[in-house]
């Protein structure tokens, strides 16, 4: 490992690291763990806009071919699969930023940062402690019942020419991406909590805390 990435992985021991699927309740378990244990809170998706305006054309060539797509182009024409491959938060297009944000606050007692952007392979080379991580994967039911239950099922795709399809193919790519995470998770041997309708919010919460000896 390369000497600035030992250095990083050393400064950020103090970070807990919730990643994982669409609708699998990271916000809620990050939120409830950082007031439980004094820890200060980084959501990933509250920095996307920034870091998206931050990020040179060079380095985020998936965000700059998104962006100049129209809806229904991004949501309804193309396939779930292509979907998946292309999005650049999936791709990592700047995770960078995340770890630079992480760094600028080195200074905090505990961390703890959540969001579908942290992604297993490029979470693991910064872990000192590997249980300091975890990754949340619903089900299909289960985040169908989340977004539901949030009132954002159809939020993206009633913004499209069909929003039948275009959910059907937000659905199919979530799931697609959960069992990528998933694949990627185990082939690191870091954790990962299966959430199906039936999981409460306390029962996350408490396994997650446990799973990172808190």
């Not at 292309?86 to 990592?92: C, D, E, I, L």
């Not at 949030?150 to 659905?171: C, K, Q, V």
Request: proline share 6%.
């Amino acid at each position: 490992m390369p000497a600035d990435a030992v250095a990083a992985r050393e400064r950020l021991r103090h970070v807990y690291w919730i990643g994982g699927g669409s609708g699998a309740g990271k916000s809620t378990a990050a939120r409830r763990l950082a007031e439980r244990h004094g820890l200060a809170l980084c959501s990933t998706d509250d920095l996307m806009a920034d870091h998206a305006r931050r990020l040179a054309p060079g380095e985020s060539p998936h965000l700059r071919r998104f962006a100049a797509m129209d809806l229904d182009e991004r949501w309804v024409t193309r396939s779930p699969a292509a979907m998946l491959d292309t999005f650049h938060w999936f791709r990592g297009e700047g995770f960078g930023l995340i770890v630079e944000d992480l760094l600028a606050h080195a200074e905090e007692p505990g961390v703890v940062v959540e969001g579908f952007r942290l992604l297993p392979r490029l979470v693991e080379p910064l872990l000192a402690e590997p249980r300091h991580a975890v990754w949340l994967l619903p089900t299909p039911r289960f985040r169908r019942a989340a977004f539901e239950s949030r009132g954002s099922l159809w939020e993206i795709a009633n913004r499209t020419g069909d929003p039948p399809r275009a959910l059907a193919n937000l659905l199919e790519r979530d799931r697609m991406f959960t069992d990528r995470l998933r694949e990627e998770a185990g082939a690191l041997d870091l954790h990962v909590v299966e959430l199906d309708t039936g999981v409460g919010e306390d029962g996350l919460v408490d396994r997650v805390e446990r799973l990172f000896g808190l």
